[in-house]
C-alpha cells in the first residue's frame, strides 16, 4: 500500500495532521464546553449541599426515614435550583425534589458520583440524566454520624446545565469544522505536493523505460523540485552524450569498413594484374608484390590500432620493453613507406643525429606511433609533398635521458584551436573529413603509446605550412 513514492509522501505529509487536529479540537471544545462558570456553579451547589447537612443535623432521623426526609426536601427545595435528592447511608433513594425520581424511591443510585459519595468523597461530575431529561452537573456531600463518623446518608444535587452548554455549542461547531476544512486543505495540499514530485520522477522513469539507442531521446522538461529538476537536467546531458556516443560509435564502424575496403581492394586488384599476366613482367611483378606488402603493411596498423584501442580502453597498455635501436625502429617504418610515398611522388627522408643510445621500448608500441605518424603525414600531404623524419638525444642532461623523434611534412598544416583536439579519440578535422578518409584513433593511440612509455606527444604547426609532430621517450 505504501510501496510508491506518492502515497508515502502524501501520508507523511497527512499523518501529523491527522493526528494533531483532532486531539487539539476535542481539547479545545472540551475546554470550551467546561467554562469556569461551571466551577463556580459547583461550589455554589457544595455550599448548598452542605446547607441541608447542616439543617437535617437537627433530626438525624432524616436519614433512614422516608418521610422525614420528604419533609425536608420540600422544605428546601424552593430555595434550590437543582434537583435535591436524599439518600441513605447505603446509597437508597429516601425522597426527590423531582417528582419523576418517585419510581426509583427506595431504590439504590448507581451514578458515579453516588459511587463516590459512598467512597466517602465530595465530588461533581459532568453526566447525562436520563430521569431530567438533560445534561446535568451532577454533585453529591457523603453526611456522616458526629459520634460514631459511619457514612449515614448522601446529599446530592443535579442542575440541568443545558443552557449554559448551549452557549458554547455554536462555538464549538464552529472550531470543529474549521479543523475539518483545516485537514481536508493540508490533505488536498499533500496530494498536489506529492503529485508535483512523482509526476517528473515518473516522466524520467518513462524516458528510461523508453530510450531505444537507435532512435535520439527526447529531451525530459525539467520540472519540479530542484533536486528532481537536477535529475532531469543530468539525464538530458547524459542521454545528449550518450547519442553522441552512438553516432561516433556508427561513424567508427563505416571508417573502419572503408579502412579496410581501401586495401583490400588494392591486394585483390593486384593479385588479379599478378594472375592475367603481370607476373612475366619481372619489373611489373616487383612493383606488384611490393604494393602488396605495403597494403598488408598498412591492414597490420589498423588491426593494431583497432586492437589497441580495445585494450587500452579496458586496462593499462602491456609494453614489452628491450634494449634497441632508434635507428633501426625508424628506418623500418620509413622503408614501409617508401611505396607509398613513391605512388604520391612524396620525398621521404630520415636524418638520424649520430650517437643516439639505445632506448629501453616496446619496439611493435614504437613502430606503431611512427606508423600512425607517418601514414598522416603521407595521407593529408599533397602529391609532390615532402617528409621528413629526425631524432636526436634530448640536451637537456649530459649524458642524455631521453631522446626524441620528429615526423614534419610540408602539408596544409593544423589550425591552432584545433592542435589539443586531435589527440582526442575519435577527433578528425572538419577541414580534412571530407577529402581523406579515417578513423580518428591514430593520434590518440598514439598519445597513449607515448605516455605509457613515460613520454609525450606534441604538435607544431603553422597552418599551409606543414605539421611537425615530436615524440619524447625517456631512454630507460
Ligand atoms: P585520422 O587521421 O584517422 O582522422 P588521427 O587521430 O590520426 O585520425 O588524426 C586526427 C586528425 O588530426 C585528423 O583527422 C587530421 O585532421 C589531423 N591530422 C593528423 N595528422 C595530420 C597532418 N600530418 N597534417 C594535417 N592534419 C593532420
Given at each position: 500500500m505504501f510501496g510508491n513514492l506518492r502515497t508515502r509522501l502524501i501520508v507523511s505529509h497527512a499523518l501529523p495532521i491527522l493526528m494533531l487536529t483532532p486531539a487539539l479540537a476535542l481539547v479545545l471544545v472540551f475546554l470550551l464546553e467546561t467554562p469556569k462558570s461551571l466551577g463556580t456553579l459547583a461550589d455554589q451547589m457544595i455550599g448548598q449541599g452542605t446547607l441541608i447537612v447542616e439543617i437535617a443535623r437537627e433530626d438525624p432521623a432524616v436519614w433512614h426515614d422516608a418521610a422525614k426526609a420528604e419533609t425536608l426536601v420540600e422544605q428546601v427545595k424552593p430555595n434550590i435550583p437543582s434537583r435535591v435528592m436524599l439518600l441513605d447511608g447505603s446509597g437508597r433513594?429516601?425522597?426527590?425534589?423531582?417528582?419523576?425520581d418517585d419510581a426509583r424511591l427506595g431504590r439504590s443510585i448507581t451514578f458515579p458520583v453516588i459511587q463516590e459519595a459512598l467512597a466517602g468523597q465530595t465530588n461533581w461530575f459532568i453526566d447525562y440524566s436520563p430521569y431530567m431529561g438533560t445534561r446535568i452537573l451532577d454533585m453529591a456531600i457523603p453526611v456522616f454520624d458526629d459520634?460514631?463518623?459511619?457514612?449515614i446518608g448522601i446529599v446530592r444535587l443535579s442542575y440541568d446545565i443545558s443552557a449554559i452548554e448551549q452557549r458554547t455549542v455554536p462555538l464549538s461547531r464552529t472550531i470543529i469544522v474549521t479543523f475539518a476544512i483545516g485537514t481536508l486543505l493540508a490533505l488536498l495540499l499533500g496530494v498536489q505536493l506529492a503529485r508535483s514530485l512523482n509526476a517528473p520522477l515518473l516522466n524520467l522513469t518513462q524516458a528510461i523505460a523508453r530510450f531505444a539507442p537507435g532512435t535520439p531521446p527526447p529531451d525530459i522538461p525539467e520540472t519540479g523540485p530542484e533536486e528532481v529538476r537536477l535529475v532531469a537536467r543530468n539525464y538530458n546531458r547524459m542521454m545528449h552524450r550518450l547519442r553522441e556516443l552512438e553516432l561516433t560509435r556508427q561513424q567508427l564502424i563505416a571508417n573502419v569498413v572503408h579502412e579496410l575496403g581501401t586495401p583490400l581492394g588494392a591486394i585483390k586488384a593486384a593479385t588479379e594484374a599478378l594472375r592475367n599476366g603481370?607476373?612475366?613482367d619481372p619489373a611489373l611483378a616487383n612493383e606488384l608484390t611490393h604494393g602488396i606488402n605495403s597494403q598488408i603493411d598498412q591492414l597490420r596498423l589498423l588491426v593494431d590500432d583497432l586492437a589497441l584501442l580495445g585494450e587500452s580502453e579496458l586496462k593499462e597498455i602491456t609494453l614489452n620493453r628491450e634494449w634497441c635501436s632508434l635507428q633501426t625502429v625508424i628506418q623500418t617504418q620509413c622503408s614501409a613507406y617508401t611505396y607509398w610515398a613513391k605512388q604520391k611522388r612524396i620525398d621521404l627522408r630520415a636524418q638520424i643525429a649520430p650517437g643516439i643510445p639505445p632506448v629501453y621500448v616496446d619496439p611493435r608500441r614504437l613502430g606503431q606511433i611512427l606508423a600512425n605518424l607517418l601514414y598522416n603525414a603521407y595521407k593529408y600531404s599533397p602529391p609532390g609533398a615532402q617528409i621528413v623524419v629526425t631524432a636526436g638525444c634530448a640536451t637537456e642532461a649530459e649524458p642524455p635521458t631521453a631522446v626524441w623523434v620528429e615526423v614534419a611534412d610540408n602539408g596544409p598544416g593544423i589550425a591552432p584551436e584545433e592542435q589539443a583536439r586531435?589527440?582526442?579519440?575519435?577527433y578528425r578535422s572538419p577541414h580534412q573529413r571530407n577529402l581523406h578518409k579515417g578513423m580518428g584513433i591514430g593520434l590518440a593511440l598514439s598519445r597513449r603509446l607515448a605516455e605509457a612509455h613515460g613520454g609525450t606527444i606534441s604538435v607544431s604547426s603553422v597552418p599551409g605550412a606543414g605539421a611537425t609532430f615530436r615524440v619524447m621517450l625517456p631512454i630507460r
Open positions: 433513594l429516601l425522597a426527590s425534589s423531582l417528582p419523576a459520634s460514631t463518623h459511619a457514612l603481370a607476373a612475366a586531435i589527440f582526442d579519440l575519435l
